[in-house]
């Protein structure tokens, strides 16, 4: 399948898929990358990968119309079939989600449905998590619907939270579950190994 990627930051999680798909255990073909901020250094690992980029920041679109518009285009224009948001810190519109529904994939720090929604992203996960006092943690790889963090669960893991845990530390600790865990689901998607039932997800990842 053609999958694109969607990246806001570092994007260690692309770099993660990248390396997967270059040892032959990922069977997709990375489309384009797409990122709303060109400054993001995923954008440099795409180039040195020979991966198309885009810069499409939503900030630039008067109307989410417009704007879902311009990513529909982009999206038929490489022929994507699938998705992978990799750290992605901007809402997808409803239209695209439609329009890739159960194809589209986001990972999650942290273990929803808590700790999850508008405005508990990277870091504030984590702080949150530590702030309430919870024992575990772990990473959410779920399909997107038009809820923030919210489509049926592909796959999750958990980590102790340690006694002189920090955002950072824990973060490192969930980001290395990330990389070992995230490739899987893409793979399940794109050999159409999983379906959807309700909000159970179904097959083998
Ligand atoms: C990852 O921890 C990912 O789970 C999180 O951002 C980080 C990106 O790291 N994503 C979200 O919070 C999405 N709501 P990366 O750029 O190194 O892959």
Redesign the pocket.
Known sequence: MRCAVF?S??????QALIDRQKSADLHVDFAVLIANNSRAF?CQRARSNGIPVEHLPPTHFAHERSYAAKLAELLGRYRVEMIAL????KKIPPQIVGEYRHRML????GLLPAFGGRGL??KH?HRAVLDYGAKISGVTIHFVDEEYDHGPVVIQKVVDVLDDDTPQSL?ER??EL?HAYYWRAVEAVAQQRITVKGRRVIGQI
């Open positions: 990246a930051g570092s994007g260690s999680n692309f995923a990799a750290g992605y810190m986001n990972i999650h720090p992203y990277g996960v973060a969930v980001l990330e």
